[in-house]
């Protein structure tokens, strides 16, 4: 990010009590470091929302590096628009850095979005002001709570997509979301639930889309972080495609 040129970033740094020497790093670099002393991500996410100046906001973890060239490219895509938001594409890479795939940005769906998280932490670059009129992140989500955001925002608004990669999501046993795919899918059906009230789906389909996320959550860790996520997502791809039919034939 930081050898991005030419671009005006406003770089926060949310310090949730990190022990690696965070603030010697914030130091060498021109960015601002913002102490949160909430316990959850949810948390200081929203602070984060908060104490940035900028009229869109690009949320970036740890795990996430961000493409500089395309970052400039999106910036002139938006000039003299301006969209919500805009879905982007990113990169998904190993534990090593190697690339894995591309996931392409693609609009939201107010069915199939029930059933995957429609976008990356780092493929969505929001306003501010939406944000905060959203209500921000839910601070009683542990995790997944990105994918219950997408799901409030894609229902209020309607942004753009950009086919270019932001930047890259590293997939590695140590990360939040994946340290823990049980806890992950707990909080995602929870989120799925919700949205699925909020948009009044029908019953049989709500059911349905339950059934799926409880399927996940009994047989999902006989696969946990056994080969690449392509093999978990083929393993899932049928009874996916086969709940968005159904779902499909609505409403």
Known sequence: MFATEGIGLEVLVVDGGSTDGTLDVVRRFSARLVV???SSIASARNLGIRESTGQYILFVDSDDRIVGGNLAKLIETLHGRIPPFVICAYNWVDHTGAFVEMKLPRKPDRLGDLLENPAGLISVVCKKEILLAIGGFVEEFSVAEDYDLWLRLFEREEGICFPFPIGDHRFHEGSATHSDLRR??????LASARASERRRVPIF??????????????????FQLRGSPLGRRKAWAVLKGALSQVGRYRI
């Not at 349905?208 to 409880?214: D, F, G, S």
């Open 36 to 38: 949160s002393p909430g």
């Open 184 to 189: 992950m899918i707990v909080f995602a059906m």
């Open 205 to 222: 389909v709500s059911l349905l889309v339950v059934a799926y996320w409880l399927i996940r959550l009994v047989l999902f860790p006989s």
